[in-house]
């Protein structure tokens, strides 16, 4: 696969914690609320330690098939991971399956994953503009240049999870952050509440 202009090593600091953030809702056993967003945590192998390796990643779907790249190219961890050992969990919402991963070598295949991203998001096309050596990131273009993106297919299987799903946190983690989230949850909807309040005479109502 050629190299392109994805950054090195993978995310760190802020944007390593970011990007860790909705695994952390995952394990709050938050999940099935995260169903409708295409997001997805994959499970790897450790290539050296062995231990399950959990990364959210951004996903498009083709039929049964689920396509993800990485946006620092075949530098990551997780990249890396599924070379040597293919056999993931994804799991997303409150789903649970295990896959084959498989880079995407085939370079009508490829382009196909792209335009699933592109299709419904301006921002892809900018962000793959940015990481090719195309131009833009129409599909004239990224023909040209589609074996330059990292690309992965995930085929699910009908055979359990060789590896773990998000280990979810201990029971009293859970309730505080269930009991702190509702308790904001109720201040937001007062808020809003007292903002759509009618104004009399240049005065909210009640005032």
Known sequence: MSESKSFAGGPQGIARSVSRFPISLYRLGWG????????LVMTTKGRRSGLARHVMV??????SKYYVFSGWGERTDWYRNLLQHP????????????AEAKPVQDNAE????LYLFTRNSWLY???FAGMSSAQ???LNSLADVAQEF???RLDPTDEAPELPPVELYDEQTRQIATFVALIVLIRILLTLFRLALPYRGGKREGA
């Open 58 to 63: 951004e996903f498009r779907r083709h039929g």
């Open 87 to 98: 056999r993931v969990t994804i799991q997303h919402g409150a789903h649970v399956l295990a």
């Open 110 to 113: 490829a382009l196909r994953a």
């Open 150 to 152: 990292t690309l992965v």
């Open 32 to 39: 099935a609320v995260l169903g409708w967003l295409p997001m």
């Open 125 to 127: 096309e900018r962000v």
């Open 136 to 138: 833009a990131a129409d």
